[in-house]
């Protein structure tokens, strides 16, 4: 360590603290037991639903992709293994103010609302109960929260100074340093970390006592560290501002909680390369995309907070609001049974619960959920493949090999081009080309964007509504045609129905 950040640190009090932060804001109802993480199968005439996830068959052996953490594991590009959350139960993680030589102390009343508050203490939601709702009861977050601030080991000015892996490799030395002060100066909170991550590393959420790129006067990019960011090696790790809370009188937890996504092991869902949002595949209508509302069917099947209803014949399906009920339909001709293959799925959307608060007026038409129901449709190409570190080498079949150091991941992303991870569909355009600036709503209306007028498009699938004939044509599956269509014949505030029907 320099001379100099020595003395940064010099000008940091650090009590000695035998115990975190234990706050009195706690949801009634998570004294109770948490929903039961499993599914029963079901067969129905026409549909069915399993119960667990299968395993990907490959030439020499299965790979199991029944958890995030599992799939994530059969990927170590370069040597370093990804780690994430479980995604059901009681998980207890690690929150750490990171201060510097002007910080006196953390407003831990604020903080702890953020994270572990109820509804009414935030602005939205609180982390915690936020996945409680998007998990249907599943997962239970439990932050042990430092109540002094960790001195960071840099400058504020060093780290604006810090992007790309110069800023992974820096959080990766702030979380070694973080990780041994937190054993010393909170060990009782360490040790049940350790207990229950075993071998694992200690997972961490970091929020940095300076105000980001973007607020006034701070002059730094968002590829710098005075940003949001995360990374899942070597552990799972979020860094955000304190500053992130907002100016209003109760914190909003909005960037906390879709960072958390990504300890979870989700992925971003917006064009991380071009940062102009011309490219958007899912029309910035997503917790992963635009920070804004639940999460949506797929990355619920990821996290096993569902199962599908997969259609094989004619039927009618009806299904609950996808908040906390995460109930689904999925359309493919030869489905895999596992949340990694290429197909349709379909979910009904609420304005209210997780997406209420951002379907409300007071949110401008950019980044704003529709404020009345309907059925959105999405297309998943979410194949994984066979990596040589971070170059892909073919798509995995059952008859491939995953040679000594490569591993599997998804084959897409939704930077780039089509077909992407997942896409909303436009049910205005009837097509699956992507359309420039892509922002989904209820309906038609005109708004102002960085000086241009945009145009938001009637995404969601209402009565009557449906895919027949040559709708959507140029869906693209790599397996042919989908084989059925379907339209919507009955819509509610809290069930919709769905008639299937095979093309003959």
């Not at 939205?124 to 601030?149: K, M, P, T």
């Not at 909003?252 to 958007?280: C, K, M, N, P, Q």
């Not at 399906?317 to 489905?335: G, K, M, V, Y």
């Not at 509504?465 to 819509?491: C, N, P, R, S, W």
């Amino acid at each position: 360590m320099t001379a100099k950040k020595q003395s940064a640190l010099a000008l940091l009090l650090l009590p000695f603290l035998s115990s975190c932060f234990r706050s009195e804001l706690t949801y009634e109802k998570f004294s109770a037991e948490l929903t039961d993480p499993s599914f029963a199968s079901f067969q129905g005439d026409g549909y069915y639903r399993i119960a667990e996830w299968k395993s990907l068959k490959g030439k020499e052996k299965d790979y199991s992709v029944a958890t995030r953490q599992e799939t994530m594991s059969h990927f170590a590009p370069y040597g370093e293994k990804s780690y994430c959350l479980p995604s059901v139960g009681e998980v207890p993680l690690a929150l750490i103010p990171v201060g510097f030589a002007t910080s006196t102390a953390p407003d831990l009343t604020r903080i702890a609302a953020a994270f572990m508050g109820e509804e009414e203490d935030t602005v939205y939601q609180s982390v915690r109960s936020y996945y409680w709702y998007c998990s249907g009861g599943r997962l239970l977050l439990d932050f042990e929260i430092a109540d002094s601030f960790f001195p960071c080991p840099y400058t504020v000015e060093e780290l604006a100074e810090r992007a790309g892996s110069g800023a992974k490799s820096t959080l990766t030395a702030i979380y070694n340093e973080a990780m041994e002060w937190f054993e010393e100066n909170y060990n009782s909170a360490y040790i049940r970390l350790k207990d229950f991550y075993k071998e694992s590393p200690i997972p961490a959420y970091f929020l940095y006592d300076s105000p980001y790129a973007g607020m006034a006067g701070v002059n730094a990019s968002t590829n710098s560290m005075l940003w949001a960011f995360s990374i899942n090696s070597p552990a799972p790790i979020s860094w955000s501002s304190i500053y992130m809370t907002g100016d209003d009188i109760l914190p909003d937890a909005h960037t906390f909680i879709h960072e958390t996504g990504h300890l979870l092991g989700l992925e971003d869902y917006y064009d991380t390369v071009d940062g102009s949002l011309r490219r958007s595949p899912l029309g910035r209508m997503d917790m992963m995309d635009c920070s804004v509302g639940d999460q949506n069917a797929f990355s619920k099947l990821l996290l096993n907070w569902s199962r599908p209803f997969v259609v094989t014949g004619d039927c009618e399906i009806t299904i609950r609001q996808s908040t906390f009920n995460n109930e689904c339909i999925l359309l493919a001709p030869d489905w895999n049974m596992t949340p990694y293959d290429e197909y349709i799925l379909l979910e009904l959307y609420t304005p209210g619960l997780l997406n209420g608060k951002d379907a409300s007026s007071h949110r401008g038409l950019s980044s704003r959920l529709p404020e009345k129901p309907g059925i959105k449709v999405y297309r998943v190409n979410s194949e994984l493949g066979v990596y040589d570190n971070t170059r892909l080498i073919e798509p995995f079949r059952e008859d491939s090999v995953v040679g000594e150091g490569q591993g599997l991941n998804y084959c897409h992303d939704n930077a780039l081009t089509a077909p992407y991870l997942i896409q909303l569909l436009d049910k205005g355009s009837g097509s699956a080309a992507l359309a420039d600036y892509y922002v989904a709503s209820d309906s038609v209306k005109t708004f102002s964007e960085n000086g241009a007028t945009r145009t938001t498009s009637e995404a969601l699938f209402y009565e009557g509504d449906g895919i027949k004939g040559d709708d959507f044509a140029d869906l693209g599956f790599g397996f042919g045609d989908l084989g059925f269509e379907f339209e919507v014949t009955y819509l509610s505030g809290s069930e919709a129905t769905v008639r299937f029907t095979q093309k003959r």
